[in-house]
Every structure is written in structure tokens, then in C-alpha cells.
């Protein structure tokens, strides 16, 4: 693999220089840090990334970054994220998905702040989102935007006509594009650059403080081999995912001699994800309907797929989503994903002689109604299953904190208190019933059979979290927020973070691109171009 940066080391190999030195360090070269390192790479910045993992990324068990949990286990902070190059882009669906107007709700004074950062959220979507999606080579179509799906899409419109329900579009990355790596990869680089990996963060040090706030002078990271390094720099951003990000702000709330307290920053709490479930099963005699009309359509390389979302009038219940899942069983076709997403994750796919063979069929089959059809192939007898995704609502003992163990690093072990609530469930079931009733309103839409609502919901809590953490280093102009609106640390004069983590809350979309969005507008800030 050839990768742009200048100079590249390996902590771990004990061949790296003490310290370093740069303008702009970059906590975290996952998905948002990879992106941001490409935008500032195109400004010939000045930066240095440091990120725990090695080149391919490992679960959160193998790094060893497993936190406590006080109630039920979280699958965001385990299965939902990974460590390396990449970060969990190299497992991601890559769906792109702006939020939009629906996530705007009006007129709650408690929710002033709130609403003012959805608003700046979505200003700044509006603002970047040409260039985010240029940097994936995709030319800029007014089909992508954050309006719903235009009137030329007759047959979608006139099926939907009479319910209560709104189509959405999101684009799918190509499996080739899915990895954030691509930022990192090719022969041109920028004298500037440097990449230290197996580099966990785990000390700061500070200049004495002033009006302005406290000011980072360098941070230590360290290998699992324990070989250290120092680097000192102008501005830091921390891109770490939205757990590790709260753990690391409160570690160096700690570290600083408690710029936090609980009174003045909420740094951790508010976690909050998507919870997502089936709520109704498509007739199977249906299903040829569905998929003509809602499966995922090709344009070029991209994907386009559609979501339904409840007209604003529900406004007062927790944002949320829906969209039809194809739960495809034909062998062939899984094949063909395993050696697509093994692709994407830059390794061997686990698959047999027997089954390569059968991939063949699936993959020809997959290229075969692209070239035909630009659709998704999707066999008639596809059990396909319609699900809703419900934000969280918001609650203060959903959180990262810090215990007083120490991990392999000699960091501090995260906490996370997270569970789902009496009031999220019933959430679910409210809005279960307006998405099918609203489904139900058109008399020309497929017919839904209602699933059972699940009695585990609460016991069997990993099926049903999106891996979409929210709100833990939330954004605002509070001054409980815990990053401003330009992402910038509170507290402090040289710290930025971008994850999921700075968002009010989950939404009406997946949190990715809206981030990209975000970080695009921070990369401008701290290099003007
Ligand atoms: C299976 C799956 C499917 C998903 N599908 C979608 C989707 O379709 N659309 C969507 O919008 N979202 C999706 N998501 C969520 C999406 O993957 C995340 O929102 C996104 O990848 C988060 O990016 P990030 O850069 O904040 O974190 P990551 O990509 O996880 O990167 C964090 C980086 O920080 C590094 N790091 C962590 N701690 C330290 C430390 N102490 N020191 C140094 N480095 C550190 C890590 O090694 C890692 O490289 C999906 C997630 C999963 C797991």
C-alpha cells in the first residue's frame, strides 16, 4: 500500500523519533480524521496524525479499549467500531444521508439550544456538501440534495400519494470508495505529513491558562509495546469516535486539574443512538412491487436508496426514520458481498473454494441487472422487512465517564451507563403505529403484515442500536455544550473534536455525512485555502 504522508512510523517498531512537531495534530485517523487530513493535505498543511490502531484496522477488544459497563452492554463502544487506518469506515455501509428540515423542532424553549444547532448543522450541510461529495468523485446532482425525492420520479410520487409519509433518498459509496483509506492512498505527498500508528494517545501537558482558556503544549502516545512518543503543536483536533473523544476530553479534564466539572460542561452524558427495528413484514406476494419501486437503484457507481420519513406534524415525538431492509438469503449473493466488504476492509475474504465458485454467479448476477436494470438484483422470494430507526431520547445518565482503572496504556478506563428507557420503548410503539398507519393511508402501497413488537427489547439491546453515537461532545452555544459551533474544545484555546459525538442527538439520518459536512468546514477554518 502507498500512501501519501512524507514520513510514516510505526510506534511500535521502537524506531521513532522521541518527539515531533507540527501545526495541526490529528487525534484518530479514522473516517472524519482521514477526511480532514485529505482536506488540509490539499491546503499543504502542516499535520500529523496519530491513531492507535495499525494500518488494517482490529475490533476494540484486540486494541484492548474495552470499557466497564454499569447496565446493559453497548454495541457502539464494542462491535461498532474499529482501530487503525480507516477506522470503521473499513466496515461501514457507507451510506450518505443529510439531515434535513425534519430534524428542526420549533418552538420548544427548552430546545432553543438545540434547534439553533440543527439549523447551523443544516446551513452547514447546505454549504459543503458539493465538495464533500466531490471528494468521493461524485459530480454534484440536484437529486442528492436535501430536498425529498423530485416530481420526475413519478411512479415513487404517485405510490406514496395520500399517506402521511415523505420519500428521502441517501447515496451508497461503491464498495471500492467505502474505505476512508483511499484518503491516505497514492504517490503524490505533501512534504508536511506524517503518520505515527499503534500511537494511543494517553498524556497531555499544558501551558499555563489565560482568558482565553487553557492551552495544549504536547500530548504522549504510547504503543502496546510500551515505546512513547511526544509531539508538540500548534492546534489539536481530536478525531477519535464519539466514545473515545468524551474519554479523552475527560481525561484531560483531568489531566488539567478538572477544567470540567459537571456544573459548567456535560462532556460524556446524553448518549444517544438510533434504536432500529422491523416493525412489519412486506406480503410476500408483494415483494416484486417493493422492490421495483424501493430497491436501491445505481447511479454510476453510487447507490441511490430511499428512507420514509413522517411528515412534520409528529414533531413533538424523538426524530426517526424508516426504510425497507432485504434480508437476502441466496448463497451466491452473500458470497459475493463477503469478497465485496473484504474489499473494503483490505482483507482476505473466509470463504471456501466452493463458495468462490458461487460467487461468480452472484456477482454476475449482481452486474448483470446493474447493467440492465441499474438496480440492486434482489430474487422475487427475498423475505423484505420494514423497519423504523428511533432516536433515543435524551437522558443524563446515558453516559461516558471515567473509572479509576487503568488500561494497557495507563489511560483511564471509560464507563458507559447506557440502556434503553421505559419512555424509548414507548416511543417505538407510538411512532410504529403512525409509520403504518401513515403506510396504510395510500392505497397504493404494498401491504404491510405488523410484527410483533419484541418483549427482549431491553435483554437483547444489540440488535437493536445502529452504531450511530451521538451527543457525548455535543455542540452548541450553551455553555453546557461541550464543543462550540466551529468544534472548538470549550475551555480550551488550541483543542477542536469532530465525530458523531458533537451532534444534539441521532436524527433523522445516519451521522456520517452530515459530519463530513461539519469537519469540511472546520478543515477551512484552520487552513483557509
Ligand atoms: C457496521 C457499521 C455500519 C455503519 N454504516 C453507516 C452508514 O451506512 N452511514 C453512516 O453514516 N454511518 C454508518 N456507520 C457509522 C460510521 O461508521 C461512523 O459514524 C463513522 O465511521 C465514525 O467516524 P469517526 O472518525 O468518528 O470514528 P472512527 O472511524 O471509528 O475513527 C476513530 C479513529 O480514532 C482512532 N483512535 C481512537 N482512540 C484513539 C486514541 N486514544 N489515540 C489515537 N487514536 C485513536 C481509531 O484507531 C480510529 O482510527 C456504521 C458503523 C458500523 C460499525
Not at 211 to 231: D, E, F, M, P, T
Not at 243 to 268: F, H, K, T
Request: aromatic share 10%; glycine share 6%; with cysteine.
Amino acid at each position: 500500500m502507498s500512501l501519501i504522508y512524507s514520513r510514516i512510523f510505526d510506534l511500535s517498531s521502537g524506531l521513532v523519533p522521541e518527539s515531533f512537531e507540527a501545526d495541526i495534530c490529528i487525534v484518530g485517523s479514522g473516517t472524519v480524521g482521514l477526511f480532514l487530513a485529505h482536506l488540509l493535505n490539499k491546503r499543504n498543511a502542516n499535520f500529523l496524525l496519530l491513531d492507535a490502531g495499525p494500518l488494517k484496522p482490529v475490533s476494540t477488544e484486540s486494541i484492548g479499549y474495552l470499557p466497564d459497563f454499569s447496565s446493559s452492554v453497548y454495541s457502539g463502544a464494542t462491535e461498532g467500531r474499529y482501530f487503525g487506518l480507516g477506522g470503521s469506515s473499513s466496515r461501514w455501509g457507507g451510506a450518505l444521508i443529510p439531515h434535513s428540515s425534519f430534524d428542526l423542532r420549533e418552538g420548544d424553549e427548552s430546545e432553543s439550544d438545540t434547534t439553533n444547532t440543527w439549523n447551523f448543522i443544516l446551513n452547514s450541510i447546505e454549504e459543503n456538501q458539493q465538495n464533500v461529495l466531490s471528494s468521493f468523485d461524485f459530480s454534484y446532482d440536484p437529486l442528492f440534495c436535501l430536498t425529498s425525492i423530485p416530481f420526475t420520479e413519478c411512479s415513487l410520487h404517485k405510490a406514496l400519494a395520500g399517506s402521511g409519509l415523505s420519500l428521502w433518498q441517501s447515496l451508497i459509496l461503491p464498495f471500492s470508495q467505502k474505505n476512508f483509506i483511499r484518503f491516505a492512498e497514492g504517490n503524490t505527498t505533501n512534504s508536511q505529513s506524517t503518520l505515527i500508528y499503534n500511537a494511543s494517545v494517553s498524556a497531555w501537558q499544558f501551558f499555563p491558562g489565560d482568558s482565553a482558556g487553557l492551552r495544549i503544549s504536547s500530548v504522549n502516545a504510547v504503543s502496546l509495546n510500551h515505546k512513547k512518543v511526544q509531539v508538540k503543536a500548534k492546534r489539536y483536533i481530536i478525531c477519535s469516535g464519539a466514545i473515545e473523544s468524551a474519554r479523552i476530553l475527560l481525561e484531560i479534564s483531568a489531566q488539567s486539574n478538572g477544567a470540567y466539572s459537571a456544573e459548567d460542561n456535560e462532556v460524556g452524558r446524553y448518549l444517544s443512538d438510533h434504536l432500529s427495528l422491523p416493525i412489519a413484514r412486506v406480503d410476500p406476494i408483494e415483494v416484486p412491487r417493493v422492490v421495483s419501486l424501493f430497491s436501491p437503484t445505481f447511479q454510476g457507481s453510487f447507490l441511490r436508496n430511499y428512507r420514509f420519513l413522517l411528515k412534520p406534524e409528529s414533531a413533538n415525538l424523538p426524530r426517526s426514520f424508516s426504510h425497507f431492509v432485504f434480508r437476502q438469503k441466496d448463497e451466491s449473493f452473500y458470497v459475493a458481498k463477503q469478497i465485496l466488504a473484504s474489499i473494503q476492509s483490505r482483507q482476505l475474504p473466509s470463504i471456501s473454494a466452493a463458495q468462490t465458485a458461487q460467487s461468480i454467479f452472484g456477482l454476475a448476477r449482481l452486474a448483470g441487472n446493474k447493467l440492465i436494470n441499474s438496480r440492486l438484483h434482489i430474487p422475487p422470494n427475498t423475505p423484505c422487512d420494514f423497519c423504523i430507526d428511533v432516536e433515543q431520547e435524551k437522558s443524563y445518565t446515558n453516559a461516558v465517564t471515567l473509572t479509576s482503572k487503568r488500561d494497557k496504556f495507563n489511560r483511564l478506563v471509560a464507563n458507559i451507563n447506557w440502556g434503553i428507557s421505559l419512555s424509548d420503548k414507548s416511543n417505538i410503539n407510538k411512532l410504529s403505529s403512525l409509520y403504518l398507519d401513515a403506510w396504510a393511508r395510500s392505497s397504493t402501497l404494498p401491504n404491510l403484515n405488523t410484527l410483533p413488537f419484541p418483549t427482549n427489547i431491553a435483554e437483547n439491546s444489540a440488535s437493536y442500536d445502529a452504531y450511530h453515537p451521538t451527543a457525548t461532545t455535543r455542540m452548541g452555544n450553551s455553555k453546557l455544550s461541550v464543543v462550540d459551533l466551529n468544534l472548538k474544545v470549550r475551555k480550551f484555546e488550541n483543542l477542536w473534536s469532530s465525530s458523531t459525538g458533537v451532534l444534539p442527538s441521532p436524527g433523522t439520518a445516519n451521522p456520517t455525512f452530515s459530519v463530513l459536512c461539519l469537519t469540511a468546514k472546520l478543515a477551512n477554518a484552520l487552513c483557509p485555502e
